[in-house]
């Protein structure tokens, strides 16, 4: 095998370093970008690929679901890279090896992947749903590919009834830095928030497939994105003088991700945030800092913003850097002016919260909530140009004036609908490349 070649990584910091007399928060967004390598063969990429597929009793209600499921597994397998270790698990209340049989990964190639859809083709559907019992049967496959890009998908029909949200919550726990897991729901009886869990613990995406038709093309996908990854374990690692600290750091680009609570201490000053697995991509992230308050004429480093790759070993990789900034001045011109970077994303992680509040509110009969933060949520989502989530948006509410978020709550409401919106609440657009200043 050759040596991997990483991809290059840019780190660009977009802020208005000034501040008045007196302030003490400092608010950035810095975008990484990365370019180059392709993952594959020739780069020295390795992969790990898990795949859980629900067999509870629901999805042979109607059956077209469990049929999809077996064509949508078919369709991933033959996605796999060739030689990149494998496995097919069926989840129920328990899980089980669908392929191979035992409990580790195989690579892919010509008979293993025939082997593998054989075994898929058997599948039926019987028993309850316990996904940490998945997650956990995943978890142990990928031991021993530490240096690997390890990869799970995750589909469900249903509502993870047959445990208590604590057990999920531990599994979560367990498998995070582990693998990433894209989480996909099909039908309408899943719980959004389970798989918002999963997916945000895990690093991965949620998003629901109401037509049992549209899943092979989207387990395919999900598979080639994987494959497409070229660095394992990327972490975002702030630096921060004494007496500042870090408020939170968010992703806000390509979708809103907290992991403000998921900072490893790497150093008394410096702290690592986990950022996945990367290919060929950009990501932006909102990083607060709160600072010791300064007088006028006043500079400091408020944060260094480092990407690290970490190897097998633990070793440390500066693949990119970028430098936040505090300046006190007198001059209300300069420390008025917000960031446009920054303002569209605050708008952005707002209109996520609407959605998912608005939508709460509506299933609990609070209608006024409802209708004011999913107004909210039409004006925010007009403002920056999220024309996806205006369109998600008019299925459930009527809107009469989109400036002002004056809306009504439709009467009846397509489930599908409502839950498309929900996943993809959190999904938003980028600022115009060269506002960036703004």
Same mark, same amino acid.
């Given at each position: 095998?050759?040596?991997?070649? #990483?991809?290059?990584?840019?780190?660009?910091?977009?802020?208005?370093?000034?501040?008045?007399?007196?302030?003490?928060?400092?608010?950035?967004?810095?975008?990484?970008?990365?370019?180059?390598?392709? !993952?594959?063969?020739?780069?020295?990429?390795?992969?790990?690929?898990?795949i859980?597929?629900?067999?509870?009793?629901?999805?042979?209600?109607?059956s077209?679901?469990?049929?999809?499921?077996? =064509?949508?597994?078919?369709?991933?397998?033959?996605?796999?890279?060739?030689?990149?270790?494998?496995?097919?698990?069926?989840?129920?209340h328990?899980?089980?090896?669908?392929?191979?049989?035992?409990?580790? /990964?195989?690579?892919?190639?010509?008979?293993?992947?025939?082997?593998?859809?054989?075994?898929?083709?058997?599948?039926?559907?019987?028993?309850?749903?316990?996904?940490?019992?998945? #997650?956990?049967?995943?978890?142990?496959?990928?031991?021993?590919h530490?240096?690997?890009?390890?990869?799970?998908?995750? /589909?469900?029909?249903?509502?993870?009834?047959?445990?208590?949200?604590?057990d999920?919550?531990?599994?979560?726990?367990?498998?995070?830095?582990?693998?990433?897991?894209?989480?996909?729901?099909?039908?309408?009886?899943?719980?959004?928030?389970?798989?918002?869990?999963?997916?945000?613990?895990?690093?991965?995406?949620? &998003?629901?497939?109401?037509?049992?038709?549209?899943?092979a093309?989207?387990?395919?996908?999900?598979?080639?994105?994987? $494959?497409?990854?070229?660095?394992?374990?990327?972490?975002?690692?702030?630096?921060?003088?004494?007496?500042?600290?870090?408020?939170?750091v968010?992703?806000?680009?390509?979708?809103?991700?907290?992991?403000?609570?998921?900072?490893?201490?790497?150093?008394?000053?410096?702290g690592?945030?986990?950022?996945?697995?990367?290919?060929?991509?950009?990501?932006?992230?909102?990083?607060?800092?709160?600072?010791?308050?300064?007088?006028?004429?006043?500079?400091?480093?408020?944060?260094?913003?480092?990407?690290?790759s970490?190897?097998?070993?633990?070793?440390?990789?500066? /693949?990119?850097?970028?430098?936040?900034?505090?300046?006190?001045?007198?001059? !209300?011109? /300069?420390?008025?002016? $917000?960031?446009?970077?920054?303002?569209?994303?605050?708008?952005?992680?707002?209109?996520?919260?609407?959605? =998912?509040?608005?939508?709460?509110?509506?299933?609990?009969?609070?209608? &006024?909530?409802?209708?004011?933060?999913?107004?909210?949520?039409?004006?925010?989502?007009?403002a920056?140009?999220?024309?996806?989530?205006?369109? #998600?948006?008019?299925?459930?509410?009527?809107?009469?004036?989109?400036a002002?978020?004056?809306?009504?709550?439709?009467?009846?409401?397509?489930?599908?609908?409502?839950?498309?919106?929900?996943?993809?609440?959190?999904?938003?657009?980028?600022?115009?490349?060269?506002?960036? =200043?703004?």
């Open positions: 095998m050759s040596t991997p070649t #990483l991809p290059q990584f840019t780190v660009s910091v977009y802020q208005n370093e000034f501040l008045p007399e007196g302030a003490g928060e400092v608010n950035a967004i810095v975008t990484v970008t990365s370019t180059g390598a392709v !993952a594959g063969p020739s780069s020295g990429a390795r992969a790990a690929q898990v859980m597929v629900d067999c509870s009793g629901s999805m042979d209600y109607p077209a679901k469990m049929s999809a499921a077996r =064509q949508a597994t078919k369709a991933a397998i033959d996605a796999i890279r060739e030689g990149v270790p494998f496995a097919v698990v069926a989840g129920t328990v899980a089980r090896m669908v392929f191979p049989t035992t409990e580790y /990964l195989v690579p892919a190639d010509a008979g293993t992947r025939a082997a593998a859809k054989a075994a898929v083709d058997r599948l039926t559907a019987g028993g309850g749903t316990a996904i940490s019992q998945w #997650l956990s049967l995943a978890d142990r496959l990928f031991t021993g530490e240096s690997a890009i390890r990869h799970a998908i995750l /589909l469900t029909d249903g509502k993870d009834e047959h445990e208590s949200p604590d999920l919550d531990m599994a979560i726990a367990r498998c995070e830095g582990r693998f990433t897991c894209d989480c996909r729901g099909i039908g309408t009886d899943w719980v959004v928030a389970e798989l918002r869990r999963i997916a945000g613990g895990l690093l991965g995406s949620v &998003d629901i497939v109401a037509d049992p038709m549209n899943l093309d989207d387990f395919r996908a999900m598979i080639e994105g994987a $494959m497409g990854k070229a660095v394992a374990d990327v972490r975002l690692r702030l630096w921060s003088p004494q007496g500042s600290t870090i408020k939170f968010k992703q806000v680009a390509p979708n809103v991700v907290d992991l403000s609570g998921r900072r490893l201490q790497t150093g008394p000053l410096a690592d945030y986990p950022t996945g697995a990367w290919g060929a991509e950009s990501r932006d992230y909102h990083v607060c800092v709160t600072v010791r308050p300064g007088s006028v004429g006043d500079e400091m480093l408020a944060a260094r913003a480092s990407l690290v970490i190897d097998g070993s633990g070793q440390a990789q500066v /693949l990119g850097q970028g430098l936040v900034r505090a300046v006190w001045t007198d001059d !209300a011109a /300069l420390s008025t002016k $917000m960031n446009r970077q920054v303002a569209h994303y605050t708008g952005q992680a707002e209109l996520a919260d609407a959605i =998912q509040a608005g939508l709460e509110a509506r299933k609990n009969g609070d209608y &006024d909530t409802a209708t004011a933060k999913l107004g909210r949520a039409v004006q925010l989502a007009a920056s140009g999220n024309d996806d989530t205006t369109r #998600l948006l008019a299925k459930v509410v009527d809107v009469e004036d989109p002002t978020g004056t809306v009504r709550l439709k009467a009846r409401v397509n489930d599908a609908d409502e839950m498309a919106l929900d996943t993809r609440s959190s999904k938003t657009v980028r600022v115009g490349k060269g506002n960036n =200043q703004g």
